[in-house]
């Protein structure tokens, strides 16, 4: 029995319904495969995130300082001119160039002998420690008797007792008021402090020919930190602080104590400060200062360098207080007319 006409699904019309199903599945499925916005932006911060944190990596890489080097002793000897350069002024370093670095190259002499694979772990150890009162280890060289330390020689740099004393013209100074002075004092302080509470090392030749004073602001900076370990064997793990608190060896520093003892004594101070600040500063900083200075150099234990760089660093807070008393405010400065009236 054969159906009606109206009973009857035509061909076209299912192969329509067909294509539409077939195109709104092939729609949905490319849809589901191509991200929308919120995945995109997802990926792209991502994306942005990672060349953040690449970039911050290298950045911080970057300003990591290089470690030191070992220079083989003809690099050394090429940057002196066979050590014929002439040092700086009233200085005990050569001024050089060491692998395009501007340095200071002391020499010291070392007993006995160390190896080089010591010597460049002891250069290592030294350089871990960073402090703005503390020159930048450059690397260090052993050549026979002699221990060649390089560090980084800033621009217009000099030592204290260079800065102190002109050697061309004793009557000048570098450091012509009491403000820069107690800077100076002061950033020696802080970089002995750190040195003996963060760094396993002794200095033990703190001397006004191992302070480098530089611009702006005339800061100072220590060199040879740790120079106790690299001049002398190595098998003294733990070395004793007794070179950083012993008393002044030479005459010279005996007798300044002395006479600094006998001017606070008898109430000299301001004649026994250095005439070339002009008779400018607040003479009850100095005094303090000196007891502090006496202090250290007494026989008795010293105090603790904690102690001292408070001390001298609450002078400089005075100091400061002083300079900017004298400083007479702009405004109030009258002016004065010298044309006919």
Known sequence: MCKSRSDAVPVSSVASRSRRSSATTSSSSSSSRRPGPASSSISGSTASAASSSSSSLAAARASLPDPPVLYPFQEVAGATNNFLAKRAPASTYWPCTLRGRHAALFQLRRAPPPRDTVTGKLLAATARYHHTSLAPLLGGCVAGAHLYIAYELPPGAATLSACLRSPRNP?????????????????????????????????????????????????????HMGAAQLAELEDEE?????????????????????????????GRVRSWVDRRLGDSFPQAV???????GLRCASASPPPEMTWVAGKISKAYLDSRAWDHSLQRPQAHLSSVSLAPR
Do not use: M
């Open 171 to 223: 009557s000048f100074t570098a450091l012509r008021t009491w403000l820069s002075r107690v800077q100076v004092a002061a950033d020696v302080a802080q970089g002995l402090d750190y040195i003996h509470h963060h760094a396993a090392a002794v200095h033990g030749r703190v001397s006004s020919s191992t302070v480098l004073v530089s611009d702006p602001g005339l800061r100072a900076r220590l060199t």
């Open 238 to 266: 733990e070395p004793s602080r007794e070179a950083d608190q012993g008393r002044p060896r030479t005459g010279s520093r005996e007798a300044v104590v002395e006479t600094a003892a006998a001017a606070r004594a008898n």
């Open 286 to 292: 100095a005094e303090r200062l000196l007891d502090v």
